[in-house]
């Protein structure tokens, strides 16, 4: 198609213009009422600069001719996107990209009251493109509905028509399909990396891969490491098996958009897969090596059945950790001990109150790492149970404790014990974001990631660990678990509703080098333990448990850790935790308890529960003790003041009443004196 630009009418005017600063882009613009614009290339935040700087008051039309996805360009910005699709559908910007065709046309164009300006040339639609560098465009100005307008309105729509997509109208639709409007940033979270199907193009290409990887590479058992608990020269683990595998697989990259073929391309070639006509050659060592890189823990995914499997990736194998149990109770007898030394060691080198308690919640924290490399296989029996929050049934953990307390000891030692000494470290805050978080939906891993030392308020921030799973988790994926390590007691966010909280109340000599050493060499050894526990596990049928059953995901696996007991002829430890250990040893309860029995507070009942009143002298205070109250018991803060609005929950939370323990005191001292 092509226009004459020489007949024109007697008004018109056409000029060629020198555009070499943005004040003479800013004139062309004055007054517009309506602008369409084509152009290659504009940045999402140079776009709202430019709309409010130039143009608040028109409405405005943009083509992005750039065949990347103009999605990636939003991609750390919430409030950027929040403010284009308000401004979308608010009907004053309207967005289309280019998704399959690179188109390089530069046409505006500006209409006013009377007159429309068409501007054709080579500047895009940047502030780059308009003062940095130099361009020239073709300037016409005429009326509307004349007809070179209408000429190269066709023009304009042709191309439009054959290549533009719109742009935005999916997250329109997904925000109006939630009627909460609390929901529109965790939607806008969502559509940012996940498209409509709930899985992104590097989720759907990754999980084909981890497929293809499982369906042609055999795995293998796990050799034991030096120092291992088992002992035996016979066991067909202490040999390990030389050379790295030869499996190789095959995907085609053609079914890809350009910006992730690119990516995947770029990612798996540097490890050393290969690259042919669109088809990705790679073995399962560049796709453990990759995907560690890219999402900060190992691939992991598991298969039950007669001979479950729990296939993880390590050393450029896969290992297969789940193993039936040995024949020799004193091997099993021998990994306990290991267990039982390492809760020892801490509650000897440590300075508790309570070294029974700590042992305690030391075993809890661990039943935690054991369950949380199977949250997807709880997943899908509580989706084919018709359970759809399923946020709400796989909990977070989120340990907390003062500085020293050995926290990120007991990481390394939980972790080294799940991996078989593969991973030991967790990983830092500083290397995760919101971001990092929702890109883990795509590494097909059931690993659990482990963060060690961020604050509550960063956790507060991640609002997307509200609904990290539902609505985004389908049978057959796999997903992590977090478990979150602070010195802050707790965060006092929506996300407590999704966390276990775990209180390692110790200390720890920071040059107690002894010590130090003692658990180092505990962490070190080879434990079989995990893959015993994760092979009767997956054999165990999972049941749907009573209201009040607390911390129902972790009921078998109390049950299978018991059995291992069993097995080895070993009785039970005194502290193993029937109970969850949070609810037997709750150091916040006890401070409630303490404080409701003292004069600090007084307690009365109201229409909407039960009112505490703190004295004036608790007011720095008051925060610790409302962020230990269970949300169970809805607490409602009213200045230094708390409505307890269930207080059935909270009285059984407690033990009783100890209030009216005080109130019993004063009488008999009252009728003493008296």
Same mark, same amino acid.
């Given at each position: 198609?092509?226009?004459?630009?020489? =007949?024109?009418?007697?008004?018109?005017?056409?000029?060629?213009?020198?555009?070499?600063?943005?004040?003479?882009?800013?004139?062309?613009?004055?007054?517009? #009422?309506?602008?369409?614009?084509?152009?290659?290339? #504009?940045?999402?935040?140079?776009?709202?600069?430019?709309?409010?700087?130039?143009? =608040?008051?028109?409405?405005?039309?943009?083509?992005?001719?750039?065949? #990347?996805?103009?999605?990636?360009?939003?991609?750390?910005? !919430?409030? $950027?996107?929040?403010?284009?699709?308000?401004?979308?559908?608010?009907?004053?910007?309207? !967005?289309?990209?280019?998704?399959?065709?690179?188109?390089?046309?530069?046409?505006?164009?500006?209409?006013?009251?009377?007159?429309?300006? /068409?501007?054709?040339?080579?500047?895009?639609?940047?502030?780059?493109? /308009?003062?940095?560098?130099? &361009?020239?465009?073709?300037?016409?100005?005429?009326? =509307?509905?004349?007809?070179i307008d209408r000429e190269l309105t066709a023009y304009f729509d042709d191309i439009h028509d054959r290549y533009a997509r719109p742009f935005m109208d999916d997250l329109t639709a997904a925000i109006d399909d939630r009627a909460d409007s609390s929901t529109r940033r965790e939607v806008i979270e969502t559509w940012l990396n996940v498209g409509s199907t709930g899985q992104t193009e590097e989720a759907a290409f990754i999980a084909e891969l981890t497929g293809s990887i499982d369906d042609t590479t055999d795995s293998e058992p796990v050799p034991t490491r030096e120092g291992s608990t088992t002992n035996s020269d016979e066991s067909p683990l202490s040999t390990p098996v030389e050379g790295l595998p030869e499996q190789r697989v095959s995907l085609s990259l053609a079914h890809l958009e350009k910006p992730t073929r690119d990516e995947v391309a770029s990612q798996f070639t540097a490890a050393g897969g290969s690259l042919t006509n669109d088809t990705l050659t790679l073995t399962p060592g560049v796709f453990q090596e990759v995907s560690t890189r890219r999402f900060g823990i190992p691939p992991m995914r598991y298969r039950a059945g007669p001979e479950p499997e729990l296939r993880f990736h390590a050393d450029g194998r896969i290992y297969n950790l789940a193993e039936p149990l040995p024949a020799d109770a004193d091997a099993i007898d021998d990994a306990l001990a290991h267990l039982e030394s390492y809760f020892d060691l801490v509650a000897d080198y440590g300075r508790t109150t309570d070294p029974d308690g700590l042992r305690s919640t030391l075993f809890e924290g661990l039943l935690w790492m054991f369950w949380a490399p199977f949250a997807s296989r709880h997943a899908e029996f509580y989706r084919s149970a018709g359970l759809e929050e399923l946020d709400k049934t796989l909990p977070m953990l989120y340990i907390h404790g003062d500085?020293?307390?050995?926290?990120?000891?007991?990481?390394?030692?939980?972790?080294?014990? !799940?991996?078989?000494?593969?991973?030991?470290?967790? !990983?830092?805050?500083?290397?995760?974001?919101?971001?990092?978080?929702?890109? $883990?939906?795509?590494?097909?891993?059931?690993? =659990?990631?482990?963060?060690?030392?961020?604050?509550?308020?960063?956790?507060?921030?991640?609002?997307?660990?509200? &609904?990290? /799973?539902?609505?985004h988790w389908e049978p057959g994926m796999h997903f992590p678990r977090f478990c979150f390590i602070s010195n802050d007691k707790r965060p006092d966010g929506a996300e407590r509703e999704r966390m276990r909280m775990l209180h390692f109340d110790v200390h720890f000599d920071p040059n107690d080098q002894e010590g130090q050493a003692a658990v180092n060499t505990v962490i070190a050894t080879d434990n079989p333990l995990f893959s015993w526990f994760a092979f009767e596990y997956l054999q165990t049928p999972l049941q749907l448990h009573p209201s009040g059953t607390p911390a129902p995901p972790t009921v078998e696996v109390r049950e299978v850790v018991k059995r291992l007991y069993d097995a080895a002829g070993r009785d039970l430890p005194p502290y193993f935790p029937e109970e969850p250990a949070e609810i037997v040893h709750d150091v916040g309860r006890d401070r409630w308890v303490e404080l409701l029995a003292s004069d600090r507070v007084t307690v009365s009942s109201v229409d909407e529960g039960l009112q505490i009143r703190f004295d004036s002298s608790m007011k720095y205070d008051f925060g610790e003790y409302l962020r230990s109250l269970p949300l169970s018991c809805r607490p409602d803060r009213r200045g230094h003041d708390v409505v307890i609005r269930e207080p059935a929950v909270f009285e059984n939370w407690l033990g009783g009443r100890p209030w009216d323990q005080r109130r019993t005191m004063r009488s008999m001292l009252g009728r003493i004196l008296s």
């Open positions: 198609m092509q226009v004459d630009l020489q =007949p024109l009418a007697t008004d018109d005017r056409l000029e060629l213009l020198e555009l070499k600063s943005y004040q003479t882009f800013k004139q062309l613009f004055e007054d517009a #009422t309506h602008v369409r614009i084509l152009t290659y290339c #504009t940045t999402p935040q140079y776009l709202i600069e430019t709309i409010d700087d130039i143009a =608040p008051e028109a409405t405005l039309a943009i083509t992005i001719g750039d065949a #990347t996805t103009y999605r990636d360009q939003l991609e750390k910005s !919430i409030e $950027l996107t929040d403010r284009l699709e308000q401004l979308r559908r608010d009907e004053q910007v309207t !967005i289309w990209d280019c998704p399959n065709r690179n188109v390089h046309d530069k046409l505006y164009r500006i209409a006013f009251e009377e007159t429309v300006s /068409w501007l054709i040339g080579s500047a895009n639609f940047s502030k780059n493109g /308009w003062s940095s560098q130099h &361009n020239t465009t073709i300037h016409l100005e005429t009326t =509307p509905q004349s007809q500085p020293s307390s050995g926290k990120g000891t007991f990481a390394r030692f939980a972790l080294s014990l !799940i991996s078989r000494g593969r991973v030991d470290r967790p !990983i830092d805050a500083d290397d995760v974001d919101v971001f990092k978080l929702r890109a $883990l939906r795509a590494a097909d891993t059931c690993f =659990p990631l482990v963060v060690d030392d961020i604050s509550a308020k960063r956790v507060n921030s991640l609002s997307l660990l509200r &609904n990290y /799973w539902t609505d």
